[in-house]
């Protein structure tokens, strides 16, 4: 189980990102799947996720429509569309799928078993 992440930069506020998570190994459809950041000195914390019990996508409050996750299922992969970017937004950004299903999979840190590498995302005001 691999996954790839990329897609991260250098922008400005306001501006607009799209983050890849490409998995190899697996099937993410089978499998509960999320983006995850991690900004300098905090902790990391979930994005969006898609629990595979229920299919819906979660958001935390912060980034409710601004950003959008999805998949492209041909391609097994998955992303992250953030618009309106803010300069708290920035962190280092990490997919993440796990086999399992995780019902607070926007608290699912700790559960998810398979992350990328993680993708640099910089918002400059």
């Known amino acids: 189980v691999q996954l790839q992440a990329s897609g991260g930069g250098l922008v400005q506020t306001g501006s607009s990102l799209t983050l890849t998570c490409t998995a190899s190994?697996?099937?993410?459809?089978?499998?509960?799947i999320g983006w995850f950041r991690q900004a300098p000195g905090k902790e990391r914390e979930g994005v969006s996720c898609?629990?595979?019990?229920?299919?819906?996508?979660h958001y935390r409050d912060s980034v409710k429509g601004r950003f959008t996750m999805s998949t492209d299922s041909s391609k097994n992969t998955l992303y992250l569309q953030m618009n309106t970017l803010k300069s708290e937004d920035t962190a280092v950004y990490y997919c993440a799928a796990d086999p399992a299903i995780i019902l607070d999979c926007l608290n699912g840190t700790k559960d998810f078993e398979f992350w990328g590498q993680g993708t640099k995302v910089t918002v400059s005001s």
């Open positions: 898609i629990n595979e019990m229920d299919g819906i996508k």
């Open positions: 190994g697996f099937n993410l459809a089978d499998y509960d």
